[in-house]
């Protein structure tokens, strides 16, 4: 077994890899988030992990996407085609002691696609990506209409959603950038650039990391004739500077993903922003919710004695379980009511409720809402002023960052590879092997399923909930403030029974996520209808839709609304194993993203799949450091003498810090 990143096609080509005689202790169908984490923990402790998916790019619907590759990814769905079958009589390599278990062929798990394009169609046929490694000419379909935008484009590119390759363009590693910086919370932290890549190691990265040293900039954005007027086609050109996630999440500064990023080590191939500012919308305006101490004292839209007030809650929040007593006669009724009990004014409420706490005044009980408020506040100032981190280039980084440490503990990833099957032993009753779309049988103690690539007849007792998303980009930030750089999380509160409170996430340009000059904008709800009948409500309240008669007037309060796309995902997390039918115990299934803000279900979920693969095992301990290593054969007593000798030297390395380190332990 080699290390060695397989990749089973060049472009469009699909030629086979011949693993016929791979044997594997995990066999992984997908990298979710769930699954990658649980890989690197394998490959970590010596498993030998093959990762194999019809996909052509990591993550599955924890990816991130260029503006172009979501584009493709968009006319993937649209298209909703079968994966062909090369082996159309996979049955017949089924023996007569064996019985086969059918994958599902269609992606199903995303549905009711609408995108919007409000900014001007100035479309010419020679507009390409900047930077793009394929000048194909991009064609125009209408998806869907409204008054507000005459079609929506959506260009369909030739070029595959992420081609993967172990050798990176010259012009994507420019020697004069050979670091990466990342100031969190005052502190320098500093890491190496992951692009080169060797024959073992190599795990390229999906989301499009552009610099301005690397991606041409169009005349067009850098000699803009109108204030604030972003065509589409500038969008389209600048393509490579988006990376747009399908789910939106954000990184507890102490949560359980950001404790397994620090311990094993994994930290190091991401970088990591803080979250500047929290917001809420009251009463028909967005504003500023002071979160820290420092912030509750200089805040303007708060009265002397409500900082008090708000104080003298907090200071109880941290440590309500001291005292029962006080809490003790309300933990059957719902926390908005408890909060009513506090003498908080109405706005202090308001913002504790939906803005600390992040629930609504019928989601949770007064426990839960004292636990999410102890949280949020025990997060603060570990990293900055808010509890939250984003990762720059997306959140697609992370199942990447995990994907890299299995491929440098030796795990193998064929992607633009389907299964066809599950091969079970009847006398045993366990998996014994898959069948791949060449019809070769690769054979595995332990099976790593996630959850889209069941079949009907698997999952026909199962029900999913769904999740609604929207994502926009849209000319300038929800709140002004002096700095274009604002990085804001705001919760909207429901407003009709029987809907759900929808969560907003603004990206500046720079976390990677969009052009300069623009926002990108995720919003997240449960769902109750389809996405856009869940979420245009909102975003009607918050943005305007872009037109022409509107760009030389400079009293519009809302931003520009210049593009938009609705679909719903499934929500597989909460599905119970026994719910699906006649599954081996030696296959497991990972759930995707669930509609909460934070990670936690996906650590929790891959910590605890891991212990039933391998008991008594470290779930994803540290690598060990290099000068501790010791090769067979090795016979170097005298220059080991010497270079122990010297720890300072070693220590002081910067590029073997890890970029997201613990801020209380004391440095080295």
Not at 212 to 233: G, L
Not at 381 to 406: K, V
Request: net charge negative; hydrophobic share 30%; charged share 25%.
């Amino acid at each position: 077994m080699t290390s060695d990143h397989v990749d089973c096609s060049v472009g469009n080509n699909h030629m086979p890899i011949y693993l016929s005689k791979v044997t594997a202790n995990l066999s992984q169908i997908e990298e979710s988030l769930p699954e990658s984490i649980i890989a690197a923990a394998c490959s970590r402790s010596g498993q030998r992990v093959l990762h194999v998916d019809s996909r052509s790019y990591y993550g599955g619907n924890w990816a991130s996407f260029s503006f172009s590759g979501l584009l493709s990814w968009l006319k993937e769905h649209q298209e909703n085609t079968d994966i062909v079958n090369e082996c159309p009589a996979w049955q017949e390599k089924i023996l007569e002691n064996e019985e086969a278990i059918a994958l599902s062929r269609t992606d199903k798990t995303i549905q009711h696609v609408e995108v919007f394009c409000y900014a001007s169609q100035d479309l010419h046929e020679d507009v390409e990506e900047a930077g793009a490694l394929q000048k194909n000419h991009a064609s125009v379909t209408s998806v869907n209409c409204t008054e507000a935008a005459d079609s929506a484009c959506l260009p369909i590119e030739d070029e595959s959603l992420r081609s993967t390759s172990c050798e990176i363009p010259a012009e994507q590693t420019p020697s004069s950038d050979p670091e990466r910086t990342l100031e969190v919370n005052d502190v320098q932290v500093t890491g190496e650039k992951e692009n080169d890549c060797d024959d073992n190691t190599c795990v390229p990265s999906t989301a499009e990391k552009e610099t301005s040293e690397n991606v041409p900039v169009s005349k067009d954005t850098a000699e803009q004739p109108k204030k604030n007027r972003i065509t589409y086609s500038q969008i389209i050109k600048e393509g490579r500077r988006f990376n747009i996630d399908l789910v939106s999440k954000l990184l507890y500064s102490r949560g359980l993903l950001i404790d397994l990023l620090i311990k094993s080590n994994v930290s190091r191939y991401a970088e990591f922003k803080n979250i500047t500012r929290i917001l809420a919308f009251r009463e028909g305006r967005v504003k500023q919710v002071p979160c820290s101490r420092a912030d509750v004292f200089n805040s303007k839209q708060l009265t002397m004695v409500e900082k008090r007030m708000l104080m003298k809650f907090l200071t109880f929040c941290m440590e309500y379980e001291e005292h029962p007593d006080e809490y003790k006669a309300y933990e059957e009724i719902k926390f908005s009511e408890y909060l009513k009990t506090q003498k908080l004014t109405p706005n202090l409420q308001y913002f504790v409720l939906h803005s600390m706490a992040m629930t609504s005044e019928t989601g949770s009980s007064t426990i839960d809402g004292l636990k999410a408020t102890k949280n949020f506040l025990q997060c603060l100032g570990r990293y900055g002023n808010t509890p939250f981190l984003f990762p720059l280039y997306g959140q697609g980084e992370l199942p990447q960052c995990f994907c890299r440490m299995c491929a440098v503990f030796g795990g193998i990833y064929c992607l633009r590879h389907s299964v066809q099957c599950l091969v079970v032993d009847k006398e045993s009753g366990k998996c014994k092997a898959i069948i791949d779309q060449y019809g070769q049988r690769i054979i595995s103690k332990h099976f790593l399923v996630e959850d889209s690539y069941l079949s009907e007849n698997t999952c026909s007792h199962v029900q999913y909930r769904q999740i609604s998303r929207a994502v926009l980009i849209t000319d300038r930030s929800v709140l002004k403030t002096d700095s274009d750089q604002q990085i804001s999380i705001l919760t909207v509160p429901a407003e009709e029974p029987g809907t759900f409170a929808v969560r907003v996430i603004e990206l500046c340009s720079s976390t990677m996520t969009c052009m300069k000059g623009s926002y990108l904008v995720h919003l997240t709800c449960t769902s109750s209808k389809t996405a856009r009948e869940d979420l245009e409500p909102v975003v009607q309240k918050l943005f305007t839709p872009y037109t022409e008669t509107e760009i030389e007037n400079e009293e519009i309060e809302k931003p520009r609304l210049l593009w938009g796309l609705y679909f719903n995902m499934r929500d597989s997390s909460d599905v119970s194993r026994n719910s699906y039918n006649d599954l081996p115990s030696n296959v497991y299934v990972c759930s995707g993203p669930d509609c909460a803000l934070g990670n936690d279900n996906a650590v929790k979920q891959a910590e605890a799949l891991f212990q039933q693969i391998c008991p008594n095992e470290d779930f994803c301990p540290p690598p060990p450091n290099p000068e501790d290593i010791i090769l067979d054969g090795d016979n170097l007593q005298p220059e080991a003498s010497e270079s122990s000798a010297l720890p300072e030297a070693n220590s002081e390395t910067p590029k073997e810090s890890s970029n997201l380190k613990n801020p209380e332990e004391p440095s080295k």
